[in-house]
């Protein structure tokens, strides 16, 4: 079976036609396959490669596939609610500050300890002011 569906592989090799069928949502594979394995390759015959047209294809599907995203992500932004966003940037703040300040609680202790022995220089800069 692995063979069969290695010749398939080939064949589409061979016609990329049948790739942009299933992006067409024309066929999917499953129904290439089955076409491939029960009449054969003669059921592909009336597929002829046309490389102007497909250029061409390939231009139109690519500027339709850009419009689709565009649209598609506006349709996102249309959808996103300020207040909500507001409140989540809220929060993330207020845990942005509690994570801070234990780090700045741990970094304050640890210059504590640090002592050269000389006592001018093992103030830290805010005793000095």
Known sequence: MSA??????EFVKRHPLLKGMVQSKQKTW????EDYCILGEGAFEDIKEEPTKEETKKE?????????LIKTVVGY????DPDQVTKTVTSIQKVLELFGGIGGAATGSALAKKSTGDPLFDKRFDEWY
Do not use: A, G, N, R
């Open 60 to 68: 139109t599907k690519s500027s339709s596939s850009t419009e689709d």
């Open 4 to 9: 069969k569906l290695d010749e398939f592989k």
């Open 30 to 33: 499953q129904e290439l396959y």
């Open 77 to 80: 932004v249309k959808k996103i």
